[in-house]
């Protein structure tokens, strides 16, 4: 079938999803507008409220960015050169470059083949296998949920609090997301989210936010975002700038109305794959998996595939989008050599950047563009 007669199935059209909520958005920046108040105006206070109330937390403090959410608390903490912090190495870059940016090292854990997460049982072993100096330079553990779907929390928390180490949920990619009915970004010492137009809950540019019941930290965040100052001129640390827009505080209080009937959109989008495969299984694929105890928001549908790299020029030429994340482990990246890791240092991690493929599943899509996906992404596997 010739590719021109094929209609395109984006795999993110942040367009369309804007273009449904224009009225309401306008109406949203035009009060900023009024107001003039563009540097933590008072939308960014409500959104931090609302933030917290979905997350189930005490506070939320905002950003600039999902990277500064990351970097922000690690600077609460005084991570600093011969520190350690304990993640994994399939993630986005943020994860990893957050702890080096401060001088400190990420060590890695390999993943669970399923979920994409963090190995709580390699965790284990690596914690065990450290020395007192070497458990003593552990900042924190920042396990990732990846893809939308929260990491195994209740062994993570057993055994950071069983070495008496903070956890920072990396929850870019997972606003809504559950692990046994608590939210992401609730279970830790904080949540560091994104607001990346891509994320479910995206904005128009950068943003980010974090959230915590720790009423010190949520007091220091606050002044770290505005380098460090408290009252106008007087600095009490050496902080950052990096402040939440108020105009994209305000798109984003619109948007979060419809958060939950996204996230319900996305998961039958998801079940529509599932259903699809059950009746015309494929060989050479594999879904992705709703660990149990996990509430999955399907910031990616993500398949694992042979050969991904040919079935990925093979979908993207039916005008089917795909993407995919990621290619390289963090620990195989050029600017990480120096921590020493060598290929095949993390097996898991590895067989999954060369078999992943994420394909369409946002909500703006029904059934029968899904289901018109996974006929494409079948003959793409023959």
């Given at each position: 079938m010739s590719t021109q007669t094929l209609s395109p199935i984006p795999l993110l059209n942040v367009a369309k999803q804007t273009a449904a909520l224009r009225s309401e958005i306008d109406a949203a920046?035009?009060?900023?507008?009024?107001?003039?108040?563009?540097?933590?105006?008072?939308?960014?206070?409500?959104?931090?409220?609302?933030?917290?109330?979905?997350?189930?937390?005490?506070?939320?403090?905002?950003?600039?960015?999902?990277?500064?959410?990351?970097?922000l608390p690690l600077m609460a903490l005084d991570a600093k050169p011969g520190d350690t912090v304990i993640t994994t190495p399939f993630s986005f870059f943020a994860t990893a470059g957050s702890i080096a940016r401060l001088g400190a090292d990420p060590v890695f854990v390999d993943i669970e083949p399923d979920s994409f997460n963090l190995d709580p049982a390699a965790l284990t072993r690596l914690l065990e296998s450290f020395s007192k100096t070497q458990l003593a330079a552990v900042r924190a553990i920042m396990p990732?949920?990846?893809?939308?779907?929260?990491?195994?929390?209740?062994?993570?928390?057993?055994?950071?609090?069983?070495?008496?180490?903070?956890?920072?949920?990396?929850?870019?990619?997972?606003?809504?997301?559950k692990w046994a009915g608590s939210p992401a970004g609730s279970m830790g010492y904080c949540g560091s989210f994104s607001f990346f137009p891509s994320k479910n809950l995206g904005g128009p540019g950068d943003g980010g936010i974090i959230t915590t019941n720790d009423e010190e930290l949520a007091a220091k965040l606050r002044l770290l975002r505005v380098h460090g100052s408290g009252a106008t001129?007087?600095?009490?640390?050496?902080?950052?700038?990096?402040?939440?827009?108020?105009?994209?505080?305000?798109?984003?209080?619109?948007?979060?109305?419809?958060?939950?009937?996204?996230?319900?959109?996305?998961?039958?989008?998801?079940a529509a794959y599932r259903e699809y495969f059950e009746e015309a299984p494929a060989n050479g694929i594999r879904l992705p998996a709703e660990i149990p105890g996990a509430f999955h928001v399907y910031n990616q549908f993500t398949v694992r595939v042979q050969n991904r790299?040919?079935?990925?020029?093979?979908?993207?030429?039916?005008?089917?989008?795909?993407?995919?994340?990621?290619?390289?482990?963090?620990?195989?990246?050029?600017?990480?050599?120096?921590?020493?890791?060598?290929?095949?240092?993390?097996?898991?991690?590895?067989?999954?950047?060369?078999?992943?493929?994420?394909?369409?599943?946002?909500?703006?899509?029904?059934?029968?563009?899904?289901?018109?996906?996974?006929?494409?992404?079948?003959?793409?596997?023959?």
């Open positions: 920046i035009g009060r900023v507008l009024d107001h003039g108040q563009f540097i933590l105006g008072p939308e960014v206070a409500q959104l931090e409220e609302r933030i917290a109330q979905y997350c189930g937390t005490r506070f939320a403090i905002s950003c600039a960015s999902g990277s500064d959410a990351l970097l990732v949920h990846l893809f939308g779907q929260c990491a195994d929390m209740s062994a993570i928390q057993a055994v950071a609090n069983r070495f008496g180490i903070p956890i920072i949920e990396d929850a870019a990619q997972a606003i809504g997301a001129y007087y600095h009490k640390f050496v902080g950052i700038n990096s402040r939440l827009d108020t105009l994209q505080a305000a798109v984003l209080l619109v948007k979060l109305r419809y958060l939950d009937a996204w996230i319900e959109g996305r998961r039958n989008n998801a790299d040919q079935v990925k020029a093979r979908l993207a030429d039916t005008g089917t989008g795909c993407a995919v994340y990621y290619p390289l482990p963090l620990h195989l990246q050029e600017c990480f050599q120096y921590l020493g890791y060598s290929a095949g240092d993390f097996p898991v991690a590895e067989a999954a950047a060369r078999e992943v493929l994420s394909i369409p599943v946002e909500p703006g899509l029904g059934v029968n563009d899904i289901r018109t996906a996974a006929e494409r992404l079948k003959l793409a596997l023959s």
